[in-house]
């Protein structure tokens, strides 16, 4: 198995002078290709500050973040957003779907900068609702979706450019319990077709779904 991400004494602080709070504390983690990891803690542990910075959102104060041997930070910034593009799938608590686009055309969005073509980029969008059983909704606008399958479609988008990682935060947070746990299966699939998944989750039954839990306490690894 080989190695995907590596961070290296990754320090992250907010504020300045009497005011800065430091979040993160020389961080050392290696995420192998195929893992599904879960990273756990108490709220203001640092697991959502760590995941922004795996996913290039967050510049880290000191230290190194590798992804498939390429040292993210050390990226202009243009290209550190075409490397996040390619390499990397987001999934958040709240879906950001834009609420006036379909569920089909949520999906395609990330393509909508790249050189696919529309045929194509439609082409995969329909394939992955489907695969979402999303079959039907195409059309629908997230208003007309429920939070499952908002949140469907939101991984949905995050697979559409075939990233290497899916970083996701809380992604069963605003659902109902049922509904979270069908959405932690869809995980559970996507991780045993090869894909590699670091999820954010205060939720301890959520925690059976990974390869690997790492707990997070006041910026540290546990």
């Known amino acids: 198995m080989n190695t995907l991400v590596t961070t290296k ?8 002078g009497d005011n800065k709070v430091e979040v993160l504390h020389d961080i050392d983690l290696t995420i192998q290709e195929g893992e599904f990891l879960a990273l756990a803690g108490p709220s203001g542990s ?3 500050t760590l995941l922004t910075l795996i996913g290039g959102l967050n510049r880290p104060d000191s230290g190194d973040l590798i992804i498939d041997g390429i040292d993210l930070y050390r990226l202009p910034g243009e290209q550190r957003a075409d490397f996040r593009r390619e ?15 379909t569920a089909l055309e949520n999906v395609m969005l990330p393509l909508a900068v790249t050189a696919v073509p529309a045929r194509e980029q439609r082409r995969r969008a ?30 949905a988008r995050a697979l559409i450019n075939k990233p290497a990682l899916i970083l996701a935060d809380e992604p ?14 869809l995980f559970g699939q996507l991780n045993r077709s090869g894909m ?15 390869s690997r839990i790492i707990h997070m306490k006041d910026g540290r690894l546990r």
């Open 196 to 210: 590699t998944i670091v999820m954010v989750t205060h939720n301890p039954d959520h925690l059976n779904h990974a």
């Open 126 to 155: 329909q394939e992955l609702l489907e695969q979402m059983g999303l079959s039907g909704r195409e059309r629908h606008l997230p208003g007309q979706l429920s939070g499952g399958e908002q949140e469907r479609v939101a991984i």
């Open 46 to 48: 640092g697991k959502s």
């Open 9 to 16: 004494k990754l320090r992250k602080s907010y504020g300045h």
């Open 87 to 101: 390499y990397i799938g987001f999934v958040f608590q709240q879906f950001h779907l834009m609420p006036y686009l």
């Open 172 to 185: 069963t947070g605003a659902l109902d319990s049922q509904t979270g746990e069908q959405i932690m299966d």
